[in-house]
């Protein structure tokens, strides 16, 4: 490592937001020339809230309230070719705003709307001027899904920055009047007509580029038009058929629960379910799938006492097979009375009372597949609250994962994720409700997901048949999480997992790295539960293993890490994840009263049967919490860059047991002279293939 660039490879790791923003700047120069003939009208707003006429009036477009009877649904008028571009004017854009929404609009879009971020400090004020460059100071990037019309309901997250095809838009403000009866409506909102219009158009679209920076940082906070009540919308024709209801009063839900030899875990469950539940309407069906028969006429005594005590139908099928949780839901499915059917983990506690009020007020909409709950961690010891299992299931670069899992549930994480109903791709079956007749048209659960992604798979299908999954945030539950079957933390069940895994792409190809309600400006390629922005330093790329013809000797036991002494040669490996194709290795290495800067690092990986060494290069990876531990230590320098992070091709390894070192060689500055090479193994790292 140059001694020049220490400092700046330092500086891009500490904001890849900044890197990622240098690279969209160079492909906006191919999507800034305007189509021809198209005129984009700016208005300026202050708030989702304001009157939709006005903010057009103020804006120099004029005859906004003129209806006719003919005009509805027409054809388009000489305004097809005007696009208008609402911004929000407490914020800045470039230039080149215009001209990339114009790009985009160029087949038709009826709607558009941009990604969004802040500035680190307030630095806009009333009447200020921003000069000079400013992109330094950008942050907190909000990277926005594709169309999501539950999302829009909850909160207008078409944001600060959206565009809409002027003659398009006439005739949808024209349709309203017309449906309400009212020529000239000043109180329907702009959140409240572009829902309204939304909800007509086929053609919506995302631009995956931040065109608009607030000027405050104060307002990632803010979720605009949470909680505003709809005032004319709810009676038009549209509303009823999009978001009408599949039933006029509360329909049974049956609860089906699968378990097994968890008495004490049931019971909780089913006493916090009957105790706190509000629904009115609701059996119980737990399927068992061999408890020892002491355990079985204790849950039936069990069951026998609750029936008794609540009135409620409680069903228990006892049927002795191997745990294969899609068969067991599919069985309890086929018992069920219900016209609703809620999959729910033995594990699972409730809290609150109103919980499946909440998730049926969405599964009884004719759009609307799996709905899920937010499902909480019980609260640690020392912690002042809980931290989050669930908030929907993205499909990322590596697969389904649960964003903001681990993380405290606590103020408005990413844009209201923890907070309101969100459209995701798919939800846990650890507390999963859908309409009997759906789960019927896709045929139940796969069998062949015995224990992992049977839940993924099912919301994969659903989405395929046009159905839209969401995330109910208003419904809040304990989730004592894998109580029922342990941890996936064995050889076997790790590769279990990955056979799973393949089967559920093979299944569903087209979604493989796809996610419409995750944009794919969101990490991708690496495990991280918060949104972050997905940008990939060298040491964040696929390598691959060389077989090493000749190494040094490996030093003894004294350069080997102990916590103490003075030791010289410090290798921690933190992590070892072996996945299908790759093998993802973390860790650190420093060498102590050196400069680390000037270190070349090697990662061996040593195959313990054969003896034989490969090795890979290892990249700058940023430690931040490594550069504090050595603060104190002023023989021990820039230790900034001292992070392992290899992503290796699994198949390029024969398959053995292999244990994990590192290969040094330092240089002196300017790198004309060696140093010599040292190799550590470390101590208890290693993995098997």
Known sequence: MEEKSYEALCEEQRRPYLQWLKKQEQELHTECDMEKGKQVVRLPFLSCEESWTECLEKGGITGIGQTAAFDVGGKADDTDSELWLFIRDDGITD????????????????????????????????????????????????????YSPDTLRSFFYYGSIFAVRAGWARRMWRQLCWETGQKKDTSVSIY????????????????????????????????????????????????????????????????????????QVLLRCLHTLLEKTQYPQYDLVIVDNGSTEENRQWITSKINELQKKHGIQLHYMYRPQPFNFSAMCNQGAEEAKGKYLLFLNDDVEIIEGKWLNQMMELAIQFHIGAVGARLLYPQAEGESGNRIQHAGITNMGIGPAHKLAGLMDEGCLYHGHNLVNYNMIAVTG???????????????FDEELAVAYNDVELCFRLYERGYLQVVCNEAVLLHH???????????????????????????????????????????????????SCEYRFPCDYMVTPQLSQKLPKAHENRWIRKLTGENQSMLQI???????????????????EHDNALLTRWLLLKHEE?????????????????ESLFAQDARTKRVALCGIHALI?????????????????MQ????????????QYAPGGGFLL
Request: glycine share 6%; proline share 4%; hydrophobic share 35%.
């Open 95 to 146: 230039g080149r705003t215009e001209a990339v929404f114009a790009y985009y609009q160029r087949n038709g879009a009826d709607i558009l709307y941009a990604d969004e971020d802040y500035f680190e400090t307030r630095i806009l004020e009333e009447d200020s001027e921003i000069s000079g460059d400013v992109m330094g100071l950008r942050c907190q990037p909000w990277f926005k899904p594709e």
């Open 574 to 592: 933190d992590s070892v994840e072996v996945t299908t194709d790759v093998i993802e290795i973390e860790g650190w290495y420093v060498l102590r």
């Open 610 to 626: 054969s003896g034989e060494v490969y090795q890979v290069s290892l990249y700058p990876k940023l430690r931040e919490d490594v």
């Open 192 to 263: 409240e007509f572009m829902v309204y219009a939304s909800g007509q158009s086929r053609n919506i679209r995302r631009i995956p580029r931040v065109l608009y920076t607030n000027g405050s940082p104060e307002r990632i906070e803010e979720l605009p038009g949470w909680h505003m009540e709809w005032k004319r919308i709810r009676n038009t024709n549209w509303w009823r058929q999009f978001h009408g209801k599949e039933i006029t009063k509360e329909a049974l839900v049956s609860i089906i629960i699968p378990s097994k030899d968890n008495v």
């Open 649 to 665: 091709e699994k198949e390029k390894l024969p398959r053995g047991s292999y244990t994990i070192g590192i290969l040094a060689q």
């Open 481 to 531: 999480e894998s109580v029922s079957r342990g941890q996936d933390d064995t050889l076997a069940k790790k590769q279990r997992l990955e056979q799973e895994l393949d089967r559920l792409y093979q299944k569903h190809p087209d979604l493989l790295h796809q996610d419409p309600f995750y944009s794919p400006n969101l990490v991708q390629w690496k495990k991280d539960v918060e949104y």
């Open 668 to 679: 002196a500055a300017g790198g004309l002279e060696n140093h010599g090479k040292r190799i």
């Open 430 to 444: 650890a507390c999963l409700l859908l309409n009997r007749e759906k789960f019927r048209q896709i045929q139940g």
